[in-house]
């Protein structure tokens, strides 16, 4: 009964995102991994909710991104490579101030997924 959101805006001072860290330790950054989560993106000019990942000390270009949608989905990502330091989950606002912005489900499990959203190896 319970998920993370963004909330909606008042004004332009108010902060227009969030980012959910996902540390990785041994034995979770020793090979590919599968993120797996539930994502909502409802409303005219919501925003935009991506995937990152760090690796040496570096963030990766985004490995995922959605910017709208009906309802709720659900997202695979298999992350590829050794070393990766931590998972990122970034949501921005856009210009709309209403709307729903939320993630649930979350689980990081080893090996790849078996169902591809991303086939951009890091």
Same mark, same amino acid.
């Given at each position: 009964?319970?998920? %993370? #959101?963004?909330?909606?805006?008042?004004n332009?001072?108010?902060?227009r995102?969030?980012?959910?860290?996902?540390?990785?330790t041994?034995?979770?950054?020793?090979?590919?991994?599968?993120?797996?989560?539930?994502h909502?993106?409802?409303?005219?000019?919501?925003?935009m909710?991506?995937v990152?990942?760090?690796?040496e000390?570096?963030?990766?270009?985004?490995v995922?991104?959605?910017?709208?949608g009906?309802?709720?989905?659900?997202?695979?990502? #298999?992350?590829?490579?050794?070393?990766?330091?931590?998972?990122?989950?970034?949501?921005e606002?856009?210009?709309?101030?209403s709307?729903?912005?939320?993630?649930?489900?979350?689980?990081?499990?080893?090996?790849?997924?078996t169902?591809?959203?991303? %086939?951009?190896?890091?």
């Amino acid at each position: 009964g319970r998920y %993370l #959101t963004i909330p909606e805006t008042e004004n332009k001072r108010t902060g227009r995102g969030a980012r959910l860290v996902l540390p990785l330790t041994p034995p979770w950054n020793d090979g590919n991994l599968c993120l797996s989560f539930r994502h909502k993106l409802a409303g005219h000019h919501v925003g935009m909710l991506q995937v990152f990942v760090k690796k040496e000390k570096q963030f990766s270009p985004a490995v995922w991104g959605r910017t709208g949608g009906n309802g709720w989905r659900h997202t695979q990502i #298999t992350l590829w490579g050794t070393g990766l330091e931590s998972v990122i989950l970034k949501g921005e606002r856009g210009r709309g101030r209403s709307g729903e912005m939320a993630v649930d489900d979350i689980t990081l499990r080893k090996g790849s997924c078996t169902e591809e959203h991303n %086939l951009r190896r890091l």
